[in-house]
């Protein structure tokens, strides 16, 4: 039988995704897949656990991402309630389509509650980006992190450190596969069509001469519930920016939570519209412009961290810990959690020049979805394409 053949046979690659960032995730792996000899066949499984009709179809045409095949319109709703829906929705998209495996990436609810799922079907699941820690149970996404890296079967890591986190958690060495970070592989393959910021500040009818100050501009982004869903904390944060944006002009892009809390806190008389620009949740295109012009980006966001170190942009995280500590060892990243000298301090650094520089990580390079293809068809296609084994004489 030869290797197209073989496909044929080769029950489809079920990909889940469920999040914004799991788009991201998902879209160069889609097309390593597409692109192999043979190709690898796919069902795209929206679990719809985060859906914005209007983001989501921006994400797709910008990230060149095929409509999804299914889509389970979950929804919103508590973590135990949202994760026992996906479970109950997917489990008949199994039953119906006979997959080789699941593919899940990332750590939202859907991450866990499909690798759930298949593996008490008895289905081979891959996970990428596996062995993140933070080492903070109190994060959902850590919970989510730990249990699917656990039952799943094939684990592609994104930095040599996360096997030795997987290794202190009983994982063999051989479930572990360094394949490099797919985000990049998106934020390279995106860059040259990134939005510029001036457009996407005329675009929003946002004052862009902000732009123009002499110290460049800074990005922020909030969303993270520590951050910004108690009214003293997140009073402390709009003050700490406020004495950031008296240095350095802020282009701050509002999740709807943040906004949210900050109207219903009655905080917005702490944001100087002169200083601090507001925006509305932006596409993936314009937060990379935004991001890949600015002097220093503030945040509390994973993929930021990794896409300023793919960038060369400072980036100062709003948390007292990472799961991506290769941004903090070798990349733009400094941890200054809530800590107002801290955070003061790193802008003036930057600002003067003596911003942390950082160098991109080993396997950054815009190839890993290539390599994960590769591996998932030597490990799913069936036994007869394998080679025999040359008897020892």
């Known amino acids: 039988m030869n290797d197209a053949a073989a496909a044929v046979r080769l029950g489809p690659v079920i990909c889940v995704v469920g999040a914004r960032p799991n788009f991201m995730k998902m879209a160069p792996i889609l097309r390593a897949m597409k692109s192999h000899v043979p190709p690898i066949p796919v069902l ?56 080789s495996c699941v593919l899940v990436v990332g750590d939202v609810n859907s991450t866990l509650a499909c690798t759930l799922v298949a593996v008490k079907k008895g289905i081979p699941v891959a996970h990428v980006e596996a062995g993140l820690r933070s080492y903070d149970r109190s994060m959902p996404e850590e919970i989510n992190r730990i249990l699917t890296d656990q039952i799943a079967d094939r684990l592609y890591t994104t930095e040599r450190s996360a096997l030795g986190n997987l290794g202190l958690e009983g994982i063999p060495a051989e479930r572990v596969w360094f394949v490099g970070n797919v985000m990049i592989d998106s934020l390279l393959a995106s860059k040259p069509r990134a939005r510029s910021a001036r457009d996407t500040l ?29 009214p003293d904390t997140l009073r402390e ?30 905080l917005l008389g702490l944001v100087d519209p002169a200083k601090m620009v507001l925006l509305p949740p932006q596409g993936y295109l314009e937060m990379l412009g935004l991001m890949a012009g600015a002097s ?7 993929g930021l961290q990794e896409e300023t170190t793919a960038l060369g942009v400072p980036c100062l995280t709003l948390r007292e810990n990472t799961e991506r500590p290769i941004t903090v060892e070798q990349g733009t990243n400094i941890l200054v959690g809530r800590n107002r000298d801290a955070i003061i301090h790193q802008v003036d650094e930057i600002l003067a ?16 979805a290539e390599r994960i293809a590769a591996d998932l068809w030597q490990w799913l296609k069936p036994p007869s394409q394998l080679p025999t084994p040359q008897l020892a004489h």
């Open 44 to 99: 795209l499984v929206h679990t719809g656990q985060h859906y914005d009709k209007d983001m989501s179809d921006r994400l797709f045409e910008e990230l060149d991402l095929p409509r999804p095949d299914i889509n389970l319109e979950v929804g919103s709703a508590t973590h135990a309630v949202q994760t026992a829906e996906v479970m109950r929705r997917f489990e008949p998209v199994l039953d119906g389509h006979n997959p």
């Open 202 to 230: 005329v675009g929003c009818q946002a004052d862009a001469s902000v732009l123009e100050h002499a110290s460049g501009y800074g990005v922020v982004t909030l969303h993270r519930p520590s951050n910004v869903d108690q």
């Open 237 to 266: 944060m709009l003050e700490i920016l406020g004495e950031v944006a008296a240095k350095v002009p802020l282009v701050f892009a509002l999740h709807p939570r943040t906004r949210n809390n900050i109207q219903r806190f009655n």
């Open 296 to 302: 220093l980006v503030l945040t509390d966001s994973g």
């Open 353 to 368: 020049g003596r911003g942390k520089h950082g160098r991109v990580p080993e396997l950054w390079d815009g190839h890993a």
